[in-house]
């Protein structure tokens, strides 16, 4: 069984930064496909980053290209997503997801989901 944990999130103004982290626990017979989604009070959720195995980093639309980054730290177990230049309309609960197929911005296909970690973006 498959766990995941975030951490990192917080209250932050405007322009400033976070770094989340998901720790992945627990064993798979393959290796997972990773990615970042959010859900903005009273929206859907969305897509923020994925990050498949032999395909690379696709980010889930145009305004998060430049603005986050995600990596994975291997040994580590670990997933990351810096967040740079933070708006307020990037205040979300942001939920790592991993997938024994392919990650994708839409969601479908995921098979474990981390509880979430709340990112407030206010002056």
């Known amino acids: 069984q498959v766990q995941l944990r975030e951490s990192g999130g917080g209250s932050v103004q405007p322009g400033g930064s976070l770094l989340l982290s998901c720790a992945v626990s627990?064993?798979?017979?393959?290796?997972?496909?990773m990615g970042w989604f959010r859900q903005a009070p009273g929206k859907g959720r969305e897509g923020v980053a994925v990050?498949?195995?032999?395909?690379?980093?696709?980010y889930c639309g145009e305004s998060i290209k430049g603005h986050f980054t995600i990596s994975q730290d291997n040994a580590k177990n670990t997933l990351y997503l810096q967040m740079n230049s933070l708006r307020p309309d990037d205040t979300a609960m942001y939920y790592c997801a991993a997938s024994n197929l392919f990650a994708l911005c839409s969601g479908s296909g995921t098979d474990y989901w981390g509880p979430g970690t709340q990112v407030t973006v206010s002056s």
């Open positions: 627990g064993s798979t017979d393959r290796k997972l496909n």
């Open positions: 990050i498949n195995d032999g395909a690379g980093i696709a």
